[in-house]
């Protein structure tokens, strides 16, 4: 175990380096205040907020105290504002008022549209989100209605020069609701409107009339598509936007309130003046917005930045308002869904777990090499997987029984389910109308390699927050929760704050490396006690939290030898510990990798009582012998492993205990047509009850 100790010196050299600046799967990391992420996951009503208002729009101290009024605003609306910025390379949403001061002072800050992004990250730069910028921030987070003053366009002479604001084609392209009082009136509002229609964008004025407003006026001559008359209305039309799938935004144009309405026919006038003045000055980009809006401002008087203002206050209580009202729209059509679930769910149960539940279609081949484009002969068999589901059936066959809370169509698939689950607890199960229950398949070959797989999980997004909130009751009170990474990432945070606040267990299952950043986006993570990832998961979590590790995909990157992926598993552990309990990493053939706090020449499995300074080390174990003749299905030997050690530990069993029960239901699993064999049995797994196994003596090592 030499080259293990290796690893650590490195990492307390300071070799193991953090970046900040990374990509996780296909998210840019991004930091999100927690009063957003929490209202987010609570489905409360939150409104995005630009800020290149503050860095380019208005002088100081006009730029500060109207960002901070606006706030201000949309927290009287009852709802939680998020304003957007890039703060020295990261994008934040939600900025602190040290962070808004910072912006408003800040001497050369940048103009970050979705072009700026990958160069202003990369360079560690501050500047202000500009309407597309701010979408594509405020989408990542889960926001759907942004609050601006006015959107960009199509520049004057823009059919020769074609000067486009980005701002309209991401409207086309990125599913938000853009609040704003219309088109800002030194362009072409005419072409921008056909444009937007090209790209697809619902326009809708809000109030009576349909007439689109041209920022400082309520109307530029021309009409919207439709117009919303309140609150409401404007919800109903961004709700059933969503539900469409478009991936196009949709803008509501607010009118300017009324009594600064009247000194509009001036602002114009002021406007024709500065437009010849940029020709004249050779003015050119995006340049072009801030000097027009300086030099009207001066030739008002200050009317114009008066009138500025007060439209960006009246679209913050609109755009709040509509907030609020889609949040509740929201809220009464998951309530009016009531589910089926079979049965009382029990006042307390010692395991919960959380998650996916499949109907798998097995095939495996009687070939080595699975021929596409062609039939192959082989065998076909049906049997019951998803990742939660398989845990709580291997945790209920070895005599514990989880409430298992998950959610499934109420069609043929689920009666099939449930008559396969009698022995489980299913009563926190929801059973959904007009939904299908989950399905996946997987082709194998001979060997029971996986070839290709196809899952239709679509009704996991239904295991929401709301609906697992009415068992908080339960998951407070367990020993251990169980949660996968098929559930929704407000559902996971909303599971690690009742960790937080009830101090409970929770063991995290990633399901795959796409899933197995998900409760990493945020600090969720540092309330979880057990994570149980592959390498290929723990490469990923790693660089979801910035931490350097091999790209996954690559296999020249990972090890070849079983010392090298000790290694690299045991570095890609440690850092994680500073906050888990224990790490459970399965490396398939090559066994199991358990890290965490020492305890008599072990790793401590027992649920933790209480955080704070110990002495941490690695135990490998290997795995058992299987030969490829023995190999049925590889699909649930992972979830086998976890439900098992769960079991062992829920039974106050010894660390080697628990992992050997892990490592036999593996073996039984891989020899099963399913993924939990169903001869599963406490007495099948009892280490001490198994004839003729030669248990090794784990590899050890520290890891202070």
Not at 83 to 111: C, M, N, Q, W, Y
Not at 246 to 254: E, F
Not at 585 to 605: I, K, M, Q, R, Y
Not at 609 to 637: D, F, M, Q
């Amino acid at each position: 175990m030499r080259i293990l100790k290796t690893a650590f010196q490195l990492i307390l050299r300071g070799e193991a380096r953090t970046y900040h600046n990374t990509v996780c799967s296909k998210d840019l990391l991004f930091k999100v205040h927690p009063s957003v992420s929490q209202a987010v996951a609570q489905n409360k009503p939150v409104v995005a907020l630009e800020s290149t208002i503050i860095t380019h729009g208005m002088p100081y101290p006009h730029n500060l105290s109207t960002a901070k009024e606006v706030e201000a605003i949309v927290r009287g609306e009852g709802a939680t504002p998020a304003t957007v910025g890039v703060i020295e390379g990261e994008i934040r949403v939600g900025l602190s008022s040290e962070e808004l001061d910072h912006l408003a002072h800040f001497k050369r800050p940048l103009k970050v549209s979705r072009r700026d992004l990958p160069y202003v990250v990369s360079k560690g730069l501050s500047g202000g989100t500009t309407v597309s910028a701010t979408m594509i921030a405020a989408h990542r987070a889960g926001i759907p209605v942004f609050v601006t003053g006015g959107i960009g366009g199509v520049h004057r002479d823009g059919q020769n020069s074609l000067d486009i604001s980005a701002d309209l084609t991401e409207l086309g392209r990125t599913p938000i609701a853009v609040v704003s009082a219309g088109v800002k009136s030194i362009l072409d509002i005419g072409r921008t409107l056909e444009f937007l229609e090209t790209q697809g964008v619902c326009v809708a004025t809000y109030g009576a009339s349909d007439n689109f407003p041209a920022f400082f006026t309520p109307d530029s001559g021309f009409t919207s598509a439709c117009n919303v008359h309140d609150p409401r209305e404007a919800a109903e039309l961004i709700a059933n936007a969503m539900s469409l799938g478009l991936q196009s935004g949709v803008l509501i144009a607010v009118p300017i309130p009324e009594e600064y309405a009247a000194v509009g026919r001036q602002i114009q006038e002021a406007i024709k003046t500065a437009v010849t003045a940029v020709s004249s000055e050779g003015i050119t980009g995006k340049d072009v917005t801030p000097f027009i809006l300086q030099k009207v401002n001066e030739l008002t008087q200050g009317k114009s930045l008066q009138s500025n203002i007060a439209l960006i206050h009246n679209n913050a209580k609109v755009g709040s308002q509509i907030a609020c009202a889609l949040s509740k729209r929201m809220s009464e059509q998951r309530s009016k869904s009531q589910p089926y679930h079979p049965g009382n769910p029990p006042k307390h149960s010692d395991v919960v777990v959380i998650g996916g539940t499949n109907v798998d279609f097995i095939a495996k081949a009687k070939t080595k090499k699975l021929h596409f484009g062609q039939t192959n002969p082989g065998s076909v068999c049906q049997s019951f997987g998803g990742v939660g589901r398989n845990i709580a059936d291997s945790l209920s066959r070895l005599d514990k029984k989880p409430l298992f809370i998950s959610a499934t169509g109420a069609d043929a698939n689920s009666e099939a389910v449930f008559n396969h689950c009698k022995h489980m607890n299913t009563s926190g199960v929801a059973r959904l109308e007009k939904q299908n229950t989950a399905t996946y398949c997987a082709v194998m070959n001979e060997n029971g390699e996986l070839g290709v797989g196809l899952g239709d999980m679509e009704i996991h997004e239904q295991i929401t927050e709301h609906y697992v909130s009415q068992f908080e009751k339960q998951i407070s009170s367990a020993t251990l929760v169980c949660i996968d990474g098929n559930i929704p990432v407000s559902t996971i945070n909303y599971v690690c704050s009742l960790a937080g606040k009830y101090n409970s267990n929770i063991w995290y299952e990633p399901t795959d490396a796409e899933k197995a950043c998900k409760p990493f986006l945020s600090d969720a993570w540092k309330s979880l006690s057990y994570l149980s990832p592959n390498l290929k998961e723990l490469c990923m979590i790693n660089k979801t939290l910035g931490l350097t590790a091999p790209e996954v995909d690559v296999v020249l990157e990972l090890p070849s030898t079983l010392d090298g992926i000790l290694m690299l598993a045991v570095a890609l552990s440690r850092p994680l510990l500073e906050s888990l309990h224990c790490l459970v990493v399965t490396l398939g053939p090559d066994g199991v990798l358990l890290c965490g706090e020492h305890d008599a020449g072990s790793v401590d499995l027992q649920p933790r009582k209480h955080r704070g300074k110990r002495r941490l080390c690695g135990l490998h174990y290997p795995a058992l012998t299987v030969t490829p003749e023995e190999i049925v299905n590889v699909s649930g030997a992972g979830d086998s492993f976890a439900g098992a050690m769960m079991a062992g530990i829920l039974q106050g069993k010894d660390t080697d205990s628990c992992v050997r029960m892990g490592l036999l239901a593996a073996r039984m699993s891989l020899a099963s047509p399913h993924p939990i064999s169903p001869i599963l049995t406490l007495d099948s797994v009892d280490p001490d009850k198994v004839p003729a196994e030669n248990w090794p003596t784990p590899g050890f090592v520290w890891m202070d």
